[in-house]
Protein backbone atom coordinates (compact mmCIF):
# COMPACT_ATOMS: atom_id res chain seq x y z
CA UNK A 1 0.00 0.00 0.00
CA UNK A 2 1.61 3.77 -0.71
CA UNK A 3 0.18 5.49 2.39
CA UNK A 4 0.37 8.67 0.55
CA UNK A 5 -2.09 8.07 -2.20
CA UNK A 6 -4.38 6.01 0.59
CA UNK A 7 -7.16 7.30 2.32
CA UNK A 8 -9.64 5.99 5.04
CA UNK A 9 -12.74 7.25 6.72
CA UNK A 10 -14.14 5.26 9.71
CA UNK A 11 -17.54 6.29 11.15
CA UNK A 12 -19.18 5.03 14.31
CA UNK A 13 -22.72 6.08 15.80
CA UNK A 14 -22.88 5.07 19.52
CA UNK A 15 -25.23 7.45 20.37
CA UNK A 16 -28.83 7.92 19.90
CA UNK A 17 -31.98 10.23 20.46
CA UNK A 18 -33.34 9.94 23.83
CA UNK A 19 -37.33 7.76 23.66
CA UNK A 20 -36.41 6.23 19.92
CA UNK A 21 -36.67 2.88 19.17
CA UNK A 22 -32.54 2.62 18.71
CA UNK A 23 -30.27 1.66 21.74
CA UNK A 24 -26.78 3.02 22.12
CA UNK A 25 -23.94 1.07 20.40
CA UNK A 26 -21.66 2.01 23.00
CA UNK A 27 -19.07 -0.09 21.64
CA UNK A 28 -18.94 2.09 18.19
CA UNK A 29 -16.32 4.61 19.40
CA UNK A 30 -14.01 2.08 20.72
CA UNK A 31 -14.21 -0.07 17.52
CA UNK A 32 -13.01 3.05 15.57
CA UNK A 33 -10.49 4.62 18.12
CA UNK A 34 -8.69 0.75 18.28
CA UNK A 35 -8.88 0.21 14.05
CA UNK A 36 -7.56 3.60 13.11
CA UNK A 37 -4.59 2.68 15.73
CA UNK A 38 -4.16 -0.28 14.04
CA UNK A 39 -4.77 1.08 10.61
CA UNK A 40 -2.29 3.83 10.92
CA UNK A 41 0.59 1.41 12.83
CA UNK A 42 3.55 0.72 10.40
CA UNK A 43 3.34 -2.75 11.81
CA UNK A 44 -0.47 -3.13 10.37
CA UNK A 45 -1.72 -1.41 7.16
CA UNK A 46 0.40 2.01 7.61
CA UNK A 47 -2.33 4.38 6.53
CA UNK A 48 -1.19 7.96 7.66
CA UNK A 49 -2.71 9.07 10.56
CA UNK A 50 -3.04 12.64 9.32
CA UNK A 51 -6.98 13.55 9.46
CA UNK A 52 -6.60 14.20 5.79
CA UNK A 53 -5.71 10.51 5.00
CA UNK A 54 -7.58 8.61 7.77
CA UNK A 55 -10.67 10.84 9.30
CA UNK A 56 -13.04 9.93 12.00
CA UNK A 57 -16.39 10.83 12.28
CA UNK A 58 -17.81 10.05 15.65
CA UNK A 59 -21.78 10.34 16.52
CA UNK A 60 -22.59 12.23 12.97
CA UNK A 61 -25.01 14.29 12.85
CA UNK A 62 -26.30 13.90 9.04
CA UNK A 63 -26.20 11.41 6.36
CA UNK A 64 -24.53 14.51 3.91
CA UNK A 65 -21.52 15.29 6.49
CA UNK A 66 -21.31 10.94 5.68
CA UNK A 67 -21.63 11.50 2.03
CA UNK A 68 -19.29 14.10 1.72
CA UNK A 69 -16.33 12.68 3.76
CA UNK A 70 -16.93 9.24 1.60
CA UNK A 71 -16.95 11.31 -1.63
CA UNK A 72 -14.03 13.46 -0.62
CA UNK A 73 -11.95 10.75 0.30
CA UNK A 74 -12.94 8.12 -3.15
CA UNK A 75 -11.83 11.23 -5.26
CA UNK A 76 -8.47 11.48 -3.51
CA UNK A 77 -7.30 8.23 -3.62
CA UNK A 78 -5.40 6.22 -6.19
CA UNK A 79 -4.16 3.52 -4.16
CA UNK A 80 -6.52 1.94 -1.66
CA UNK A 81 -9.57 3.68 -0.04
CA UNK A 82 -10.90 1.43 3.38
CA UNK A 83 -14.21 2.90 4.86
CA UNK A 84 -15.99 1.78 7.68
CA UNK A 85 -19.23 2.17 9.34
CA UNK A 86 -20.70 0.91 12.61
CA UNK A 87 -24.09 1.83 14.00
CA UNK A 88 -27.45 0.74 13.44
CA UNK A 89 -28.01 -0.32 10.19
CA UNK A 90 -32.42 -0.60 9.15
CA UNK A 91 -34.26 -1.68 6.25
CA UNK A 92 -36.94 0.68 5.08
CA UNK A 93 -39.65 1.17 2.53
CA UNK A 94 -41.15 -1.52 0.37
CA UNK A 95 -38.25 -2.60 -1.64
CA UNK A 96 -36.43 -2.77 1.91
CA UNK A 97 -33.47 -0.59 1.59
CA UNK A 98 -30.63 -0.74 3.77
CA UNK A 99 -30.04 2.95 5.46
CA UNK A 100 -26.81 3.60 7.92
CA UNK A 101 -27.84 6.01 10.62
CA UNK A 102 -26.74 8.58 12.18
CA UNK A 103 -26.88 9.98 15.56
CA UNK A 104 -30.15 11.75 15.05
CA UNK A 105 -32.30 8.66 13.52
CA UNK A 106 -34.53 7.96 16.07
CA UNK A 107 -35.95 5.08 14.28
CA UNK A 108 -36.31 3.36 11.42
CA UNK A 109 -39.65 5.53 10.08
CA UNK A 110 -36.79 8.23 10.17
CA UNK A 111 -33.59 6.67 8.74
CA UNK A 112 -35.08 7.86 4.90
CA UNK A 113 -35.24 11.46 5.96
CA UNK A 114 -32.17 11.40 8.97
CA UNK A 115 -29.85 8.11 7.56
CA UNK A 116 -27.31 7.82 4.32
CA UNK A 117 -29.20 5.49 1.81
CA UNK A 118 -26.99 2.43 1.43
CA UNK A 119 -27.42 2.92 -2.44
CA UNK A 120 -25.46 6.03 -2.45
CA UNK A 121 -22.41 5.17 -0.70
CA UNK A 122 -22.67 1.48 -3.07
CA UNK A 123 -22.50 4.77 -6.01
CA UNK A 124 -19.86 6.70 -4.31
CA UNK A 125 -17.66 3.20 -3.97
CA UNK A 126 -17.86 2.44 -7.27
CA UNK A 127 -17.15 6.06 -8.62
CA UNK A 128 -13.94 6.18 -7.15
CA UNK A 129 -10.47 6.26 -8.55
CA UNK A 130 -8.58 4.13 -6.27
CA UNK A 131 -7.44 0.38 -7.18
CA UNK A 132 -8.45 -1.04 -4.49
CA UNK A 133 -11.93 -0.23 -2.14
CA UNK A 134 -12.59 -1.93 0.87
CA UNK A 135 -15.87 -1.76 2.79
CA UNK A 136 -16.42 -2.97 6.08
CA UNK A 137 -19.85 -2.46 7.17
CA UNK A 138 -20.62 -3.63 11.43
CA UNK A 139 -24.44 -3.06 11.43
CA UNK A 140 -27.73 -5.04 11.34
CA UNK A 141 -28.60 -6.31 7.22
CA UNK A 142 -24.98 -5.33 6.47
CA UNK A 143 -25.13 -8.64 4.39
CA UNK A 144 -27.23 -6.46 1.36
CA UNK A 145 -23.76 -4.49 1.07
CA UNK A 146 -22.28 -7.84 -0.75
CA UNK A 147 -24.39 -6.74 -3.61
CA UNK A 148 -22.23 -3.77 -3.82
CA UNK A 149 -20.54 -5.98 -6.72
CA UNK A 150 -23.48 -6.17 -8.55
CA UNK A 151 -26.12 -4.68 -10.82
CA UNK A 152 -29.21 -3.04 -9.56
CA UNK A 153 -31.22 -6.12 -8.86
CA UNK A 154 -34.41 -5.14 -6.09
CA UNK A 155 -32.84 -7.46 -2.74
CA UNK A 156 -35.96 -9.21 -2.50
CA UNK A 157 -35.52 -10.63 -6.37
CA UNK A 158 -32.09 -11.11 -5.36
CA UNK A 159 -32.34 -13.29 -2.43
CA UNK A 160 -35.13 -15.14 -4.11
CA UNK A 161 -32.29 -16.21 -6.84
CA UNK A 162 -29.70 -16.52 -4.59
CA UNK A 163 -27.60 -14.22 -6.43
CA UNK A 164 -26.42 -11.79 -3.63
CA UNK A 165 -22.84 -12.12 -5.24
CA UNK A 166 -23.12 -11.29 -8.84
CA UNK A 167 -19.67 -9.70 -9.35
CA UNK A 168 -20.15 -8.66 -13.22
CA UNK A 169 -19.31 -5.04 -13.14
CA UNK A 170 -17.10 -5.24 -11.05
CA UNK A 171 -15.19 -8.68 -12.72
CA UNK A 172 -15.23 -6.48 -15.91
CA UNK A 173 -13.56 -3.01 -14.37
CA UNK A 174 -10.90 -5.45 -13.14
CA UNK A 175 -10.66 -7.00 -16.54
CA UNK A 176 -10.36 -3.78 -18.15
CA UNK A 177 -7.41 -2.79 -15.97
CA UNK A 178 -9.31 -0.25 -14.32
CA UNK A 179 -8.99 -1.26 -10.78
CA UNK A 180 -7.42 -3.73 -8.97
CA UNK A 181 -10.59 -5.34 -6.73
CA UNK A 182 -13.28 -4.71 -4.82
CA UNK A 183 -13.37 -6.33 -1.14
CA UNK A 184 -17.05 -6.23 1.37
CA UNK A 185 -16.82 -7.72 4.56
CA UNK A 186 -19.99 -7.60 6.63
CA UNK A 187 -21.20 -8.09 10.04
CA UNK A 188 -24.25 -9.94 9.31
CA UNK A 189 -26.54 -11.41 6.15
CA UNK A 190 -28.90 -9.54 4.95
CA UNK A 191 -31.78 -10.29 7.25
CA UNK A 192 -29.93 -10.45 10.43
CA UNK A 193 -29.26 -8.36 13.37
CA UNK A 194 -25.82 -7.94 14.59
CA UNK A 195 -24.74 -8.17 18.17
CA UNK A 196 -23.43 -4.86 19.97
CA UNK A 197 -21.90 -5.35 22.20
CA UNK A 198 -18.87 -8.21 21.89
CA UNK A 199 -20.08 -9.99 25.32
CA UNK A 200 -18.66 -13.75 24.63
CA UNK A 201 -14.95 -12.47 24.80
CA UNK A 202 -15.61 -9.79 27.26
CA UNK A 203 -14.48 -6.64 25.50
CA UNK A 204 -15.62 -3.32 24.70
CA UNK A 205 -16.15 -3.94 20.83
CA UNK A 206 -19.38 -4.69 19.43
CA UNK A 207 -19.27 -8.84 18.60
CA UNK A 208 -17.73 -8.37 14.87
CA UNK A 209 -15.39 -5.64 15.16
CA UNK A 210 -14.56 -6.93 18.57
CA UNK A 211 -13.27 -10.56 17.34
CA UNK A 212 -11.61 -9.02 13.98
CA UNK A 213 -9.51 -6.81 15.93
CA UNK A 214 -8.39 -9.57 18.52
CA UNK A 215 -7.47 -11.82 15.25
CA UNK A 216 -5.68 -8.77 14.12
CA UNK A 217 -3.45 -7.89 17.18
CA UNK A 218 -3.06 -11.68 18.19
CA UNK A 219 -2.27 -13.15 15.15
CA UNK A 220 -2.72 -16.35 16.54
CA UNK A 221 1.51 -16.65 16.50
CA UNK A 222 2.12 -16.21 12.49
CA UNK A 223 4.77 -14.07 11.69
CA UNK A 224 3.49 -13.86 8.01
CA UNK A 225 1.93 -10.79 6.23
CA UNK A 226 -2.00 -11.26 7.47
CA UNK A 227 -3.95 -10.55 4.42
CA UNK A 228 -7.35 -9.03 4.67
CA UNK A 229 -9.22 -12.39 3.28
CA UNK A 230 -7.49 -14.08 5.63
CA UNK A 231 -8.49 -11.77 8.54
CA UNK A 232 -11.75 -12.69 7.36
CA UNK A 233 -11.99 -16.15 7.78
CA UNK A 234 -9.84 -16.66 11.19
CA UNK A 235 -12.63 -13.47 12.07
CA UNK A 236 -15.47 -15.59 10.87
CA UNK A 237 -13.98 -19.11 12.77
CA UNK A 238 -13.36 -16.73 15.95
CA UNK A 239 -17.17 -16.25 15.71
CA UNK A 240 -18.13 -19.83 15.32
CA UNK A 241 -16.14 -20.66 18.09
CA UNK A 242 -18.16 -18.03 20.75
CA UNK A 243 -21.10 -19.24 18.84
CA UNK A 244 -21.82 -15.31 18.06
CA UNK A 245 -25.43 -15.62 17.03
CA UNK A 246 -24.60 -13.96 13.10
CA UNK A 247 -23.11 -15.07 10.18
CA UNK A 248 -20.33 -12.38 8.69
CA UNK A 249 -19.91 -12.43 4.60
CA UNK A 250 -17.37 -11.32 2.83
CA UNK A 251 -17.58 -11.02 -1.16
CA UNK A 252 -14.45 -9.63 -2.98
CA UNK A 253 -13.44 -9.58 -6.64
CA UNK A 254 -9.62 -9.07 -7.93
CA UNK A 255 -6.52 -8.88 -5.46
CA UNK A 256 -8.44 -6.97 -3.27
CA UNK A 257 -8.29 -9.46 -0.68
CA UNK A 258 -4.69 -9.35 -0.72
CA UNK A 259 -4.42 -6.08 1.02
CA UNK A 260 -2.50 -6.83 4.01
CA UNK A 261 -3.62 -5.66 7.24
CA UNK A 262 -0.64 -6.79 9.60
CA UNK A 263 3.54 -6.77 8.27
CA UNK A 264 5.11 -10.00 8.53
CA UNK A 265 6.83 -10.28 12.22
CA UNK A 266 10.21 -11.05 12.54
CA UNK A 267 11.09 -14.21 14.03
CA UNK A 268 12.28 -14.36 17.33
CA UNK A 269 16.19 -14.38 17.54
CA UNK A 270 17.86 -17.69 18.21
CA UNK A 271 19.07 -18.63 21.07
CA UNK A 272 23.16 -18.12 20.95
CA UNK A 273 25.17 -18.90 24.22
CA UNK A 274 27.73 -15.74 24.60
CA UNK A 275 31.68 -16.37 24.88
CA UNK A 276 32.70 -15.46 28.38
CA UNK A 277 36.25 -14.21 28.52
CA UNK A 278 39.02 -16.10 30.61
CA UNK A 279 41.83 -15.39 32.03
CA UNK A 280 45.29 -15.44 30.02
CA UNK A 281 46.60 -18.37 29.43
CA UNK A 282 48.88 -20.17 32.18
CA UNK A 283 52.42 -19.30 31.82
CA UNK A 284 55.96 -21.05 33.98
CA UNK A 285 57.57 -24.63 33.40
CA UNK A 286 56.25 -26.12 30.24
CA UNK A 287 55.44 -29.58 31.78
CA UNK A 288 53.39 -27.62 34.65
CA UNK A 289 51.80 -25.34 31.73
CA UNK A 290 50.89 -28.94 30.06
CA UNK A 291 49.38 -30.37 33.23
CA UNK A 292 46.72 -27.24 33.41
CA UNK A 293 46.12 -27.29 30.05
CA UNK A 294 45.65 -31.49 29.95
CA UNK A 295 43.68 -31.09 33.17
CA UNK A 296 41.05 -28.16 31.32
CA UNK A 297 41.02 -30.28 28.08
CA UNK A 298 39.69 -33.43 30.47
CA UNK A 299 36.88 -31.44 31.29
CA UNK A 300 33.27 -31.82 28.73
CA UNK A 301 34.75 -29.31 25.49
CA UNK A 302 33.44 -26.43 27.27
CA UNK A 303 35.99 -24.06 26.15
CA UNK A 304 37.96 -22.78 23.22
CA UNK A 305 42.21 -21.81 23.38
CA UNK A 306 42.39 -18.81 21.00
CA UNK A 307 45.32 -18.31 18.80
CA UNK A 308 46.22 -15.21 21.26
CA UNK A 309 47.06 -17.71 23.85
CA UNK A 310 44.00 -16.82 25.86
CA UNK A 311 40.67 -19.23 26.14
CA UNK A 312 36.82 -18.89 26.48
CA UNK A 313 34.22 -20.73 28.69
CA UNK A 314 31.77 -21.41 26.99
CA UNK A 315 29.49 -22.58 30.19
CA UNK A 316 29.79 -20.56 33.33
CA UNK A 317 28.94 -23.70 35.74
CA UNK A 318 32.43 -24.84 35.22
CA UNK A 319 33.89 -21.57 35.74
CA UNK A 320 35.02 -22.17 39.37
CA UNK A 321 36.49 -25.97 38.06
CA UNK A 322 38.71 -24.04 35.95
CA UNK A 323 40.20 -21.33 38.11
CA UNK A 324 40.58 -23.86 40.50
CA UNK A 325 42.53 -26.07 37.96
CA UNK A 326 44.76 -23.02 37.24
CA UNK A 327 44.84 -21.52 40.54
CA UNK A 328 46.49 -24.81 42.07
CA UNK A 329 48.64 -25.31 38.90
CA UNK A 330 50.29 -22.54 37.96
CA UNK A 331 49.94 -19.42 39.80
CA UNK A 332 52.14 -17.87 42.05
CA UNK A 333 52.04 -19.55 45.27
CA UNK A 334 50.82 -16.85 48.10
CA UNK A 335 53.81 -15.58 49.50
CA UNK A 336 54.65 -13.33 46.83
CA UNK A 337 52.02 -10.96 47.93
CA UNK A 338 50.14 -10.16 51.32
CA UNK A 339 46.86 -11.99 51.88
CA UNK A 340 45.07 -9.32 51.48
CA UNK A 341 46.74 -8.84 48.03
CA UNK A 342 46.37 -11.92 47.09
CA UNK A 343 41.86 -12.22 48.12
CA UNK A 344 41.98 -9.10 45.62
CA UNK A 345 43.97 -10.88 42.95
CA UNK A 346 41.48 -13.88 43.29
CA UNK A 347 38.39 -11.97 43.53
CA UNK A 348 39.12 -9.96 40.54
CA UNK A 349 39.56 -13.12 38.41
CA UNK A 350 36.85 -14.39 39.70
CA UNK A 351 34.56 -11.52 38.29
CA UNK A 352 35.77 -11.85 34.72
CA UNK A 353 33.89 -14.98 34.33
Known amino acids: MRPDESRAVLIGVAEYPDGGTFDSVEGASYNVLRLKDLLTDPAYAGFHRKHEYTRTMLNPHTAEGIRVAVKRAAEQATDVLFVYYVGHGSRVGAERELYLTTCTTASGESAET ?29 GIATKVLGDETPLEEALAEDELLDQAKVAEDVDEGLIDGV ?9 QTSEASDKASATNFTAFTGHLVTVLENGDGDTSPLLLGELF ?39 VSAPVPAPQAPTGPANTVAGAQAQAEALPPLLSWLPDGTFQVHDRAYADQIIDILRRSVWPPAHHSTPAETNSTQEGRHDGH
Open 114 to 142: TGLRYTVLRGLLRAARARVVVLVLDCCFS
Open 233 to 271: RRTEKRMGRFDVGHQPLMTTVGTAGNLVMRQAAAPPPAS
Open 183 to 191: CVLASSGPT
